[in-house]
């Protein structure tokens, strides 16, 4: 899609806002608003009184329109991938989400699942094949991993793919009930083939999970033998998703079927692999499939985007309760309890979007280079797991926010914010489980120096690990960089340090992170690895150090955002929203902080009333603030701002 003479977007109806919109967009403004300006905007809602079947009619007709438009067709196999390419096909996701979560999330099955799998797991041949018709919606799919026995669970996968060298073809079957594929999009109706993920077998010896094209119906829509096709039917949202499960008994599938870039077997039944570690082999090809992560946590934080768009907006206009000083009635967004549910979650939205445009920029260098370093790649992934969490997690807890908010009225179905809460809902579980990547972002920051403390004693690992989490993990990005000089003259203040010192708060952020891993990494070598219950008893010291990285991450991105943007008026606006992101983390642990020496209970109770002053500064900012999410008010589809 050309991103050439592009305007201001006519969401904006303030130079502050235009500035903002710019400012979050970051480097990726001119994509993002090409997406924008081709997003066919009539229709982009559902009728929420639509019944199952027409909902997902609707669904694929509005998916239909938006390739027609341009919209999802960025999907390429590794060989043709570049920066642009691979930036293009998050950039789609996200426009897709300004519209009905459902819509996207058929494009994400169709386009970010199965053609993604087709794109980064096979080869040219089998893109050739099958790429074009996938993203053209000519050839439907499904995305089947997860059954009913395992989800998260990925490497217990029951499904098997047994390799018959005699005919010449795989035989893929469920050996078991809880074998089945379930929850897979698209498989309901609409889909004609599916990746189906299962345990490769060859020769008896058993090759790790890999992925195979199985065709599920044919041209009538009818199940082909063997294939067992079921509905979900009803779920908590996503109405217009034909979600259904799959069960295979001994269907037969041509060799080539076998996606086989990481792994296949050739014409004398051999298997043949360039990874012959298969741990390795297996996160390799999982890794392959980290868009679908990233896609998912960016139409997360669009969703609490507009819930934030519509609860702000009528915050502004709804009035009640007059006061002795005045016979009007006071608008919500006066009282300061409005203020404290609506504007330190839009400074969130912000800090998330600036993290997002880190992992975006990350994705699109290191996908479209098959030389990258894997030590980058495995960053890569960390940072998607954690923004995937936080920004589902975020989005999940700011819609609810936002319904209640707007009272009443937020429960009406036509005022758009039912319909997002249920929508969103799933996307903590869609993509991996959100607690199940958080052990998976501490894993990650644990693996760079897990070999430093091999051969240390406990004085030296203390050493060892406050060395690598300053300087490995905290220095890894550019983002972080100009943190850690803020950290530095921080340090040099002590307490004397302003709350609103961007240095102080980066620097209590930093320790935050580095104590709490320091000490799971001494808690780590004195447990013992195989006992259960050790283990476990560490779980909840696994996801404090997640969330510390995370929020660390996040906030060293929110002050590079800052750092590039352009207009003074809209930097000054940022550094508020900073400030208010950064010490309402703070608040949020204040007992950890305490309880660690790291802030005096002089400053801990300051917090909260710095926290009230920055919400009472930004309020006649407010819609300005929104306006910077980049949604027009008549994309909300929200009656009640009509009116």
């Keep these: 899609m050309s991103t050439a003479a592009v305007t201001d977007h006519p969401a904006v109806d303030t130079a502050l806002g235009s500035a903002l919109l710019a400012a979050l967009d970051g480097p990726h403004h001119e994509r993002r608003a090409a997406g924008r300006a081709a997003l066919p905007a009539e229709g982009m809602l559902r009728d929420p009184s639509l019944g199952l079947a027409e909902a997902r009619a609707w669904t694929l007709r509005r998916l239909e329109e938006l390739v027609a438009a341009g919209l999802g067709k960025s999907i390429v196999g590794i060989e043709a991938a570049t920066v642009d390419t691979q930036l293009q096909s998050l950039i789609d996701f996200e426009t897709i989400s300004y519209g009905d979560l459902s819509v996207a999330i058929k494009s994400g099955v169709q386009h970010g699942l199965f053609g993604g799998a087709i794109a980064g797991l096979g080869s040219p041949a089998q893109q050739e094949r099958f790429l074009d018709d996938a993203i053209h919606l000519r050839l439907l799919g499904c995305f089947a991993m997860t059954e009913r026995g395992h989800g998260s669970d990925v490497a217990s996968l029951e499904t098997t793919i047994g390799y018959d060298p ?313 983002a972080g960089l100009l943190a850690e000089r803020l950290v530095a003259a921080a340090r040099r203040k002590g307490d004397s340090a302003a709350f609103y010192d961007r240095g102080w708060q980066a620097w209590m952020f930093e320790e935050r992170e580095r104590h709490s891993v320091d000490s799971l990494a001494r808690r780590m070598r004195a447990a013992d690895r195989d006992s259960f219950d050790q283990v476990n008893a560490m779980q909840d010291h696994v996801l404090f150090v997640a969330r510390a990285h995370m929020e660390r991450v996040v906030l060293d991105s929110f002050i590079a955002g800052i750092e590039a943007c352009r207009d003074r008026v809209a930097q000054q606006t940022l550094e508020e929203l900073c400030t208010l992101f950064a010490l309402t983390s703070l608040e949020a642990d204040t007992g950890w902080f305490l309880s660690h020496h790291r802030m005096s209970d002089a400053r801990a109770k300051a917090l909260r009333k710095q926290i009230n002053q920055l919400c009472h500064d930004l309020r006649p900012r407010a819609t300005a603030l929104v306006e910077g999410f980049g949604i027009p008010e008549h994309w909300l589809g929200s009656e009640m701002l009509e009116a």
Aim: aromatic letters at 8%.
């Design 166 to 478: 005699d005919a010449g073809e795989f035989v893929v079957h469920s050996p078991r009930e809880t074998s089945a594929k379930t929850y897979i999009g698209n498989a309901a109706q609409h889909g004609r083939m599916a990746a189906v993920f299962g345990q490769l077998v060859v020769d008896g010896v058993g090759r790790g999970v890999h992925c195979i094209l199985v065709p599920i119906r044919d041209a009538e829509g009818n199940p082909l033998p063997g294939v067992t096709i079921g509905d979900n039917g009803y779920k908590g949202g996503l109405l217009g998703v034909d979600n259904g499960w799959l069960s295979f008994d001994q269907v037969r599938v041509p060799r080539d079927m076998l996606l086989d870039r990481f792994g296949s077997v050739d014409a004398e039944g051999h298997y043949v692999s360039s990874i012959e570690n298969p741990n390795r082999r297996f996160f390799t090809m999982l890794g392959a499939l980290v868009r679908g992560r990233i896609c998912i946590g960016g139409g997360a934080a669009i969703a609490a985007r507009r819930a934030l768009s519509i609860a702000t907006r009528y915050a502004t206009r709804r009035s009640q309760f007059r006061h002795s000083r005045s016979e009007d009635e006071s608008p919500l967004l006066d009282y300061l309890a409005h203020q404290r549910k609506l504007l330190p979650a839009i400074a969130r939205a912000y800090a998330l979007g600036f993290a997002q445009n880190d992992l975006i920029a990350g994705y699109g260098k290191l996908s479209s280079d098959p030389g990258h370093d894997p030590r980058e790649q495995r960053a890569l992934e960390t940072l998607a797991a954690g923004l995937k969490a936080l920004n589902t997690e975020f989005a999940n807890s700011t819609i609810q926010t936002c319904r209640e908010a707007c009272g009443g009225a937020g429960y009406m179905a036509a005022n758009g914010l039912t319909q997002l809460r249920a929508d969103t809902d799933v996307f903590a579980t869609f993509e991996g489980d959100n607690t199940v990547l958080l052990q998976l972002v501490t894993k990650g920051v644990l693996t760079d120096y897990r070999e430093v403390w091999g051969g240390l004693d406990r004085v030296g690992l203390v050493q060892a690990s406050a060395r690598m989490v300053g300087s490995a993990v905290i220095e890894r990005t550019g």
